[in-house]
């Protein structure tokens, strides 16, 4: 399996033989507004062309719907009869920017030999909620391939760590940027949280991302490095990836 970070939440997967595009988001830097006032968003460029991304794709997962996970850039280029899979809900806002291959993926779905239940995610905590909306990962499973659980936007909850105890994972994906909403506290997980996910899925690699692209994340590659040895944790089981950046896991 490869994994290839684009930016902040958006992946490549060469997976089972298929090639994988997570969460995209393709807008230019600054092409969209700022969360806080610091910048505007995204904070930083794409690292590869838009044609470089699309080449020989195989299938799509949204999280959500969130600009960051499919902005309207993403919406417009990307091939309307590609198949994609989402969380129920979302179909009815992509069947309307014209796809025509949408599936809502209830409780799990196999697709050309890959497995891939859905997961609950928490985008905060308390009252953001509500204002935050539904929100999900996935699992994906293939033979010969480790089993990979990408959690999405959430906050380390209940439901993720019966995730890390129900499976057996060889890899996770987190969205480590510790993004904030003003008044309501964190709705993503911060070093803090990262540091228990590594802890409690001792048997998995964690790939951290969703970190330096947004003006409400606050969480550096850099201090998320820095807690993580601090807990004792080794480098080689947590990595986090610069934008463009390849890892074979």
Not at 36 to 41: E, F, I, L, Q, V
Not at 147 to 161: F, H, M, N
Not at 239 to 248: F, K, Q, R, S, Y
Request: charged share 20%; net charge negative.
């Amino acid at each position: 399996m490869q994994l290839r970070l684009i930016r902040n939440a958006t992946l490549l997967l060469e997976y089972a033989g298929h090639r994988l595009l997570l969460d995209p988001d393709f807008g230019p830097k600054h092409s969209r507004a700022s969360f806080t006032g610091k910048s505007a968003n995204p904070t930083v460029d794409l690292p590869l062309t838009v044609e470089n991304i699309l080449e020989g794709l195989g299938l799509v997962l949204v999280s959500h719907l969130h600009q960051d996970h499919f902005d309207e850039v993403a919406a417009e280029v990307l091939p309307k009869n590609l198949p994609l899979l989402c969380q129920p809900g979302d179909e009815e806002r992509i069947w309307g920017k014209g796809f025509t291959n949408v599936t809502p993926v209830e409780d799990s779905l196999e697709w050309n030999g890959i497995h891939s239940p859905r997961t609950p995610g928490e985008h905060g905590q308390g009252a953001v909620l509500d204002l935050m909306g539904k929100v999900s990962g996935f699992v994906l499973q293939a033979e010969g391939e480790p089993t990979l659980y990408w959690a999405g936007d959430t906050v380390l909850y209940t439901a993720v760590r019966e995730i890390v105890a129900c499976y057996q994972l060889q890899v996770i994906v987190s969205h480590s940027g510790g993004a904030l909403w003003e008044g309501y506290g964190l709705i993503l997980m911060d070093a803090a949280q990262t540091v228990e996910l590594c802890q409690i899925a001792r048997q998995s690699t964690v790939v951290a991302v969703h970190m330096e692209a947004l003006d409400h994340c606050t969480v550096s590659r850099a201090e998320l490095r820095q807690a993580t040895r601090k807990a004792g944790i080794p480098d080689t089981r947590l990595l986090i990836p610069t934008d463009g950046e390849a890892l074979t896991l």
